[in-house]
């Protein structure tokens, strides 16, 4: 039997866009019709200016999230084109039947390189975050749009179909799932307090011996990005309330994931050290899939000043809620806080005053076994769409018959027209591109030579 390669592509852009893609490689080396090729794009700068814009200038960021028009995803595209590159080295490489993409920038690099190689393989772009999409992720150019789009929620999918004046027939529901870490995580442990125990035994050092298996624990994290800072305000806020009740203390213990912002994790450390109403903090520096699934299982509920897919689905299958979404990292979470409430997996609270009280609040039993039952819902109906993704993707190759675009995407004539004429301005831009690397590189070898020269005499 004729195996399929597929080269399943990602970038750093938050570490969903990864984890999405480990979970396609995952799902698909199960199955013998198809070998995979795992690619992650070892280029950071668009994770470290995603990482800047939400940080330090989210009024912008959300701005273009809700309002730009579908040229900026094309504008996108030229400000990374540094990435056609390596996309032309791996596609001519690994030549690929399939290529699956997790980041739009990504894939319409990809698809630029397709035409500078004259290889087109079949082409899958995934959207992660629930509910509607920004324009910002859709190019005009429909030479940069892929052949077949994959969602997880309806209005995602509307959304998409509407925006790209799209045949449905060429949209697929995809499934979202959790790492295996955090998948097998409680059945190495069993119960939250064999888990709390774990905890204790591994880290013995000084504050975290004083972490209790009988406490309530609270998970607290803001996602990737180093962006964990934003939880001082709720830190502060909770230490005063315990001010007022000191009891509270020796009933919940709060578990801070820095990631890797050291600065805010010795920072958490220094007041603890002084201040009584901070003794049941413990903030967490980097930790690998393993360690985080272990916090999670130990932990009853968490706050999040982020909510994306993955970390959504790593709290489900830790039984760690019902979640408490405070923040968003950027507005296109909105549609995930949205999608977290419609299937009762936990709260979107915006006030700071209702959010401590929701913390400090008795855990009511039945909340906690409905929580469980939606989960497991909802775990099983995605499961089953991953189950059923490898023969999904086997029948649009097999026979070998490619979509042609104007099948796929329904546009004006006028449209078309200046999609072709956009495609010939980036060719041309990107053999531009390739000439000043060129000429650079040749003269910095030149360079070398010649003072490689001067030293030897």
């Not at 960021?61 to 032309?88: G, I, Q």
């Amino acid at each position: 039997m004729k195996k399929y390669k597929v080269l399943v592509a990602s970038l750093w852009a938050g570490s969903g866009h990864n984890s999405a893609g480990d979970l396609y490689a995952q799902v698909l080396n199960k199955d013998k019709r198809f070998e995979v090729v795992r690619f992650i794009s070892p280029t950071k700068y668009v994770d470290s200016h995603y990482s800047k814009l939400t940080k330090y200038l989210p009024f912008i960021y959300n701005y273009l999230v809700k309002h730009s028009p579908t040229l900026l995803s094309d504008a996108v595209t030229l400000y990374t084109f540094r990435l056609v590159d390596e996309c032309v080295d791996i596609l001519y490489r690994e030549k690929p039947d399939i290529l699956i993409g997790t980041h739009f920038s990504q894939l319409q690099c990809f698809k630029i390189a397709q035409w500078v190689l004259n290889s087109h393989p079949l082409t899958l772009e995934t959207f992660l975050d629930y509910g509607e999409k920004s324009a910002a992720e859709v190019p005009f150019n429909v030479y940069l749009r892929p052949d077949y789009t994959v969602t997880y929620d309806q209005i995602a999918y509307d959304w998409l179909i509407k925006k790209m004046q799209a045949n449905k027939k060429y949209f697929i529901f995809g499934g979202h799932r959790a790492r295996e870490e955090f998948r097998h995580v409680a059945l190495n442990y069993k119960s939250k307090s064999v888990a709390l125990q774990a905890l204790n035994e591994k880290y013995k050092n000084e504050p975290y011996d004083q972490i209790k298996p009988d406490k309530i624990s609270v998970l607290i994290t803001s996602g990737g990005g180093g962006t964990v800072q934003r939880t001082l305000k709720l830190l502060k806020k909770i230490a005063q309330v315990q001010k007022q009740n000191i009891d509270l203390i020796d009933k919940y213990q709060f578990f801070i994931i820095c990631g890797s912002n050291q600065g805010f994790l010795n920072k958490v450390l220094k007041i603890r050290s002084k201040k009584l109403s901070w003794q049941n903090f413990f903030p967490f520096g980097w930790l690998d899939a393993t360690d985080y699934a272990l916090i999670q299982y130990a932990s009853d509920f968490p706050v999040l000043y982020s909510i994306a897919p993955a970390t959504m689905h790593e709290l489900m299958e830790t039984r760690c809620g019902p979640m408490l979404v405070h923040k968003l990292r950027g507005a296109h979470e909105k549609g995930n806080a949205d999608f977290l409430v419609n299937n009762k997996l936990g709260k979107y609270i915006v006030r700071m005053d209702e959010l401590i009280a929701e913390i400090f609040k008795s855990r009511d039993p039945k909340k906690i076994e409905a929580f469980d039952k939606n989960v497991v819902k909802l775990l099983n109906e995605e499961d089953e769409r991953l189950e059923n993704f490898p023969d999904k993707l086997f029948s649009l190759i097999e026979p070998r018959t490619y979509p042609k675009i104007r099948d796929v995407y329904k546009v004006t004539f006028r449209h078309w027209i200046s999609s072709v004429l956009l495609m010939f301005l980036i060719l041309n831009l990107y053999n531009l591109f390739r000439f000043k690397n060129f000429i650079k590189h040749t003269y910095r070898r030149i360079k070398q030579r010649l003072r490689g020269k001067v030293e030897s005499k």
